[in-house]
């Protein structure tokens, strides 16, 4: 069998894993890298071929249209999730006037050709089961039974618990290869209910001086994820950007936290327009504005911030990572705000929390553990020499650390 890497090589995002035999290939995931911008994508896959996708973040999922003719696998949630995220990744890119690879034509020819599947199905004579991830709603990983060889791409998982959805399901079995993301194999999170109470602290002093916490948010998983955490404040919360919609096709879906997340969704206020926004931020009706983009390279968070950086009773609370060079990565080391022409000496204080759902360095270890593969392929990360190293001393099996465009023959 060979095995391309098409993206997520040594690095975070655009992933692409292409495998091929005589009789079959498959595309395992087509995605973008969003930063820094603009996108980039990845390398095209050397046949046609059907592709099955883990997730609908961007990062696995937003290249599919350039491939608009083939067909590609997911689940239902992810499927609406993907619809919602790609139309509006169209839309920022001709806004922005990024060179993209496809068109708006392209994204709804390739929303025709989406084939919703559950969680076993064939393609050819490839046995293909999913597998809960853990990483948001809808996120599955993949098992592939190809002749006598089994084959398990965990896409982006989570061993353990979050607020929003349970940790991982794995097979009960032994796989010959596993293709495991490693996007933080080199640290462990931090204990997610000292976590929890961290934020909380921190809010509740924000409601004391009556200023404003601004918390940065992914639209999808993230923001549902504070939400639950801060349930008990839902009558200071405001949500903002696209995680509203993102929040309205979440709760619906069939998962522990969807009556609560329903429940608190009632509760909150949603904005609409700046002069909602004005008249919050003048009126501070609500101490606590969840709101996109998480890295604040864009969307309504860019409003507020322009308003309350002056404000020294308010605080920018991230809620994830800043990848380099971003504007919310930037903040964090220089407490200056840059956004296109705008650029702002921010005086309100600034925090960064850690709520990855993805898994730390011990998880990681552990699903290695349990899935006893017979080798492993390192991607969707940027330590994935070193992790690949500790992998082979530690379990003494063959693993690799492919670079983008490399080929691996391996069984």
């Not at 090589?9 to 035999?21: A, D, K, Q």
């Not at 390739?110 to 393609?123: A, G």
């Given at each position: 069998m060979k095995i391309k890497i098409l993206g997520s090589?040594?690095?975070?995002?655009?992933?692409?894993?292409?495998?091929?035999?005589n009789n079959f290939s498959i595309l395992l995931d087509y995605g973008v890298k969003?930063?820094?911008?603009?996108?980039?994508?990845?390398?095209?896959p050397e046949d046609s071929c059907d592709m099955i996708i883990t997730h609908a973040h961007l990062d696995h999922s937003g290249a599919i249209p350039i491939l608009r003719n083939n067909k590609a696998f997911m689940t239902k949630e992810t499927f609406k999730i993907y619809s919602l995220l790609i139309k509006d990744f169209v839309k920022v890119g001709i806004d922005e006037r990024y060179p993209m690879?496809?068109?708006?034509?392209?994204?709804?020819?390739?929303?025709?050709?989406?084939?919703?599947?559950?969680?076993?199905?064939?393609?050819?004579?490839?046995?293909?089961?999913?597998?809960?991830?853990?990483?948001?709603?809808?996120?599955?990983s993949i098992l592939l039974r190809v002749d006598d060889k089994?084959?398990?791409?965990?896409?982006?998982?989570?061993?353990?618990?979050?607020?929003?959805i349970d940790g991982c399901k794995l097979p009960n079995e032994e796989v010959d290869l596993l293709v495991i993301e490693s996007t933080y194999s080199y640290k462990e999170h931090p204990e997610?209910?000292?976590?929890?109470?961290?934020?909380?602290?921190?809010?509740?002093?924000?409601?004391?001086?009556?200023?404003?916490?601004?918390?940065?948010?992914?639209?999808?998983?993230r923001a549902q994820e504070m939400l639950l955490i801060l349930k008990d404040y839902k009558d200071y919360i405001a949500l903002d950007g696209m995680a509203k919609e993102a929040t309205k096709i979440i709760m619906n879906y069939n998962i522990k936290s969807s009556g609560l997340?329903?429940?608190i969704f009632k509760k909150i206020m949603k904005v609409k327009n700046n002069k909602q926004r004005e008249k919050l931020l003048r009126r501070r009706e609500k101490n606590i504005i969840i709101t996109t983009s998480g890295m604040l390279n864009g969307g309504p968070v860019v409003h507020y911030i322009k308003k309350i950086h002056k404000d020294k009773n308010s605080k920018i609370l991230f809620t994830g990572f800043q990848v380099e060079g971003t504007p919310g990565e930037k903040l964090l080391k220089t407490s200056f705000f840059e956004y296109k022409d705008i650029?702002?000496?921010?005086?309100?204080?600034?925090?960064?929390?850690?709520?990855?759902?993805?898994?730390?360095?011990?998880?990681?270890?552990?699903?290695?553990?349990?899935?006893?593969?017979?080798?492993?392929?390192?991607?969707?990360?940027?330590?994935?020499?070193?992790?690949?190293?500790?992998?082979?001393?530690?379990?003494g099996i063959k693993s690799y650390a492919p670079t983008n465009g490399e080929i691996i023959k391996i069984f």
């Open positions: 090589g040594n690095e975070v995002g655009r992933s692409g894993i292409f495998l091929s035999e969003l930063q820094p911008e603009p996108p980039s994508y990845p390398l095209l690879p496809f068109t708006k034509q392209d994204v709804k020819k390739s929303l025709k050709n989406v084939v919703i599947v559950d969680n076993r199905f064939e393609i050819g004579d490839v046995e293909i089961n999913l597998f809960d991830a853990g990483h948001i709603p809808g996120s599955r089994k084959i398990f791409y965990t896409g982006d998982i989570k061993l353990l618990p979050q607020r929003l997610r209910k000292e976590e929890e109470e961290r934020l909380k602290a921190e809010i509740d002093d924000v409601i004391n001086k009556n200023g404003i916490a601004l918390l940065p948010t992914f639209a999808v998983g997340l329903k429940n650029k702002l000496e921010v005086n309100c204080k600034l925090k960064n929390f850690d709520f990855s759902s993805h898994a730390g360095r011990s998880e990681l270890i552990e699903i290695i553990k349990k899935l006893n593969p017979k080798a492993v392929i390192c991607v969707h990360g940027d330590r994935c020499e070193e992790f690949s190293e500790n992998i082979e001393k530690e379990f």
